[in-house]
């Protein structure tokens, strides 16, 4: 028998050499179940106020007087700071209508966060429309998205 290279090789069942090719898949939903044990904002308010002794307020604006939109373009207007790249942490209940947006540093250090009663991906366009990129964080066991504003 012919190899793929052109060199004559006898066939041997019981020839060792050979790679096993075979790949074991396995689902690492026990695992993820693990970290994520609770609610997504629950946690994202948990992972903001560890090793914090600063306030952590939390503003509810879901009475509907005015629209994500408008909320969101008014808090971040108000905690950009134009000395440092402001950052804000933006998360969400999943296929929930209930999201947040948070600072990371206000000026006493404390964190001011925004609740909604509003898909997060909607919140997540209106940080792009306002010029902001938003990723995952550095932080393997974070579960909120950081958006930094592009210059």
């Known amino acids: 028998m012919f190899s793929i290279f052109g060199t004559s090789k006898k066939s041997d069942s019981s020839d060792s050499s050979l790679p096993n090719t075979q790949f074991q898949q396995r689902s690492h939903s026990h695992e993820i ?12 308010l948990s992972q903001l106020s560890e090793n914090h002794t600063a306030p952590l307020r939390i503003i509810d604006v879901s009475d509907g007087t005015k629209s994500l ?28 209508k209930e999201s947040i947006i948070c600072t990371t540093n206000d000026r006493d ?17 209106t940080m ?13 066991d974070a579960t909120y998205f950081e958006c930094r504003k592009i210059k």
């Open 33 to 44: 179940s693990a970290i994520a044990s609770g609610p997504d904002l629950s946690t994202t």
């Open 69 to 96: 939109d408008a909320s969101v373009t008014e808090f971040v207007k108000t905690h950009e700071n134009p000395l440092q790249t402001a950052v804000f942490v933006i998360d969400g209940e999943k296929d929930s």
């Open 109 to 125: 250090g404390g964190k001011t966060c925004l609740k909604f009663q509003d898909y997060s991906i909607e919140l997540f366009k």
């Open 128 to 140: 792009q429309r306002l010029e902001y990129f938003c990723s995952l964080p550095d932080d393997i």
